[in-house]
């Protein structure tokens, strides 16, 4: 296992964030996936599954011999542009101060969104996204490397891109899609028990897990779920979709308006999280 890479990965996106002055990775990925739909789009699986072959042909290609760096310090850098921890804190930290800020976090229409509606959006997206920027990329790291880390991103990136379920995504996106879920499916469920644990829910688990079952995704309800029973709320429930109203379930049995209190207190999380990481990588690097 790759503690030592995965905490110098971790401390490094702690402290540092985004490096502004390089084109990050996931956003050449995005270039890569958008000349590729411009020249070959068509809404079939089989033109979808060679989407996902070349990006990851292209990364395979390019990381592997990057892997082959026999400096720790040089690989975790590089490591650290797949996990957003930062970023993430302080993207969900801004709402508080700009509330509109939260058309760039989230997919769901926010032109008619109540206080109460961007505060759960702040919070379900926080939860989730702790899934997907942070302990997935962080797992497959610390289990497959450089490699497997960005080979997370790039289907990550996929899914995110064309994994939608709509007219023009439906085939093209769903080999994404379904890639995205199979490696989501550990590391969602790590995500949610870590929430509970940290949270000091830990009996709040069995719920947990039932209620994170109802959403539609196999993986985003439950840490979504696990954010709503360690906060006493209940997330989820109607939105708006590209101006659809959706009839999503409720997450969670506690108090249905959200405050800025309740978002600053599943911010919280995040300095036990830090906490509880570096120590279990640093006692996998002194082991």
Same mark, same amino acid.
């Given at each position: 296992?790759?503690?030592? &890479?995965?905490?110098?990965?971790? =401390? ?10 390089? +084109? ?14 411009? +020249? ?5 699986? @089989? +033109? ?5 072959? $070349?990006?990851?042909?292209? @990364? ?12 720790? $310090? ?8 797949? =996990? ?15 509330? /509109? ?6 997919? *769901? ?13 702040? =919070?379900?997206? #926080? ?7 942070? %302990? ?18 790039? &289907? ?8 939608? +379920?709509?007219?023009? #995504? ?19 469920? %790590? ?15 069995? /719920?947990?897990? *039932? ?43 506690? *108090?249905?308006? =959200? ?10 999380? /995040? $300095?036990?999280?830090?906490?509880? @990481? ?7 690097? &002194?082991?």
């Amino acid at each position: 296992m790759y503690f030592d &890479i995965a905490l110098i990965a971790y =401390i490094t996106d702690r402290i540092f964030g985004e490096f502004t002055f390089i +084109r990050h990775p996931v956003v050449l990925m995005g270039d890569f996936i958008t000349a590729f739909e411009k +020249r070959f789009y068509r809404d079939t699986i @089989v +033109r979808g599954f060679w989407l996902v072959f $070349w990006l990851l042909a292209a @990364v395979l290609a390019l990381v592997t011999p990057i892997s082959l760096i026999g400096n720790p $310090w040089i690989l975790g850098i590089i490591a650290s542009t797949g =996990i957003a921890g930062k970023m993430l804190y302080t993207s969900v930290s801004n709402v508080l101060n700009d509330p /509109q800020s939260i058309r760039y976090l989230v997919s *769901r229409d926010t032109e008619n969104l109540s206080e109460s509606d961007i505060n759960k959006a702040a =919070i379900e997206t #926080y939860a989730e996204n702790l899934s997907d920027g942070v %302990i997935a990329p962080l797992f497959y790291l610390l289990v497959f490397g450089l490699v497997g880390l960005f080979l997370y991103k790039a &289907i990550n990136t996929l899914d995110s891109m064309v994994g939608y +379920r709509n007219d023009k #995504y439906e085939k093209f996106g769903k080999a994404s899609a379904r890639l995205d879920d199979v490696l989501n499916y550990i590391p969602s469920r %790590i995500t949610a028990v870590l929430i509970v644990t940290l949270f000091g829910k830990l009996g709040k688990l069995r /719920q947990t897990w *039932r209620y994170g079952a109802l959403h539609e995704s196999p993986n985003a309800g439950y840490p979504i779920a696990a954010m709503a029973f360690s906060l006493d709320l209940s997330l989820g429930g109607v939105t708006s979709y590209f101006g659809k109203m959706k009839e999503k379930p409720y997450f969670g049995k506690g *108090r249905r308006e =959200i405050s800025d209190g309740d978002v600053r207190r599943a911010l919280a999380l /995040q $300095w036990k999280l830090d906490t509880l @990481v570096i120590i279990v990588l640093a006692a996998g690097v &002194i082991v």
